[in-house]
């Protein structure tokens, strides 16, 4: 199976500061044949199920705030949050859909400092 | 509006067994393939299972390879999943999840873009 790894596990930003979250896979999960990185993030808040955010690494999905980006290609990755808002308080998943056994990362708690 | 909406958790003793229900609505659910996803209370996501549209393959994950099965119903629009042998470390929510590509995208693998609000599974004696 792929593994992804993110770091750091959590984070404290303050307001209107950028928070950056990093995501190391296992394997490349880039598609040579269609030049696409099968890589997505998402944004969970308590009580809620995952939202998505971002899609082949940096594709914003639609109504997604453009505060938040998302870089990188074959095993490194990173999704930026450029000026960071009281709402997206959270935890960040990433995600590979390359295998078809999916696989998470451990996930990366963003916090107001 | 689409939606997912996920029933059949509960309280269950060890070694028992139980059967989750997805029904789907505002979408061609016969168009997508479909996943199942849990998350242990306080712990990150884990995918669980995937089935195709049209239902005649099935994936698994490690962890819960022979005691799942998932199904479907396409003309009931409902994804279902089969838990058997169930262990304390089942314990979670299990999510049904839709994908953003159908399958006549051409793609291979796609991103969730619905998610259920999930169902409870407490494995204790």
């Given at each position: 199976d792929i593994v992804l790894t993110q770091s750091p596990d959590s984070l404290a930003v303050s307001?209107?500061?950028?928070?950056?979250?990093?995501?190391?896979s296992s394997q490349s999960v880039f598609y040579s044949s269609n030049n696409k990185n099968y890589?997505?993030?998402?944004q969970q808040k308590p009580g809620q199920p995952p939202k998505?955010?971002?899609?082949?690494?940096?594709?914003?999905?639609?109504?997604?705030?453009?505060?938040?980006?998302?870089?990188?290609?074959?095993?490194?990755?990173?999704?930026?949050?450029?000026?960071l808002q009281a709402e997206d308080v959270a935890v960040y998943y990433c995600q590979q859909y390359y295998s078809t056994s999916l696989t998470f990362g451990g996930g990366t708690k963003v916090e107001i400092k | 509006e689409e939606q997912l909406l996920e029933s059949g958790g509960g309280l269950v003793?060890?070694?028992?067994?139980?059967?989750?229900?997805?029904?789907?609505?505002?979408?061609?659910?016969?168009?997508?393939?479909?996943s199942w996803a849990r998350q242990a209370p306080g712990k990150?996501?884990?995918w669980v299972s995937s089935i195709t549209s049209s239902g005649a393959t099935t994936?698994?994950?490690?962890?819960?390879?022979?005691?799942?099965?998932?199904?479907r119903d396409n003309s009931k629009n409902t994804l279902y999943?089969?838990?058997?042998?169930?262990?304390?470390?089942?314990?979670?929510?299990?999510?049904?999840?839709?994908?953003?590509?159908?399958?006549?995208?051409?793609?291979?693998?796609?991103?969730?873009?619905?998610?259920?609000?999930?169902t409870m599974i407490t494995v204790s004696s």
């Open positions: 307001l209107g500061e950028r928070a950056t979250i990093n995501c190391k890589l997505a993030w998402y998505l955010l971002i899609y082949w690494a940096s594709t914003r999905e639609s109504g997604v705030p453009d505060r938040f980006s998302g870089s990188g290609s074959g095993t490194d990755f990173t999704l930026t949050i450029s000026s | 003793k060890p070694g028992g067994s139980l059967r989750l229900s997805c029904e789907a609505s505002g979408f061609s659910f016969s168009n997508y393939g479909m990150g996501l884990e994936y698994y994950a490690d962890s819960v390879k022979g005691r799942v099965t998932t199904s999943l089969e838990i058997i042998s169930l262990r304390a470390e089942d314990t979670a929510v299990y999510y049904c999840a839709k994908p953003l590509y159908d399958f006549w995208s051409g793609y291979s693998g796609s991103p969730f873009n619905l998610w259920g609000q999930g």
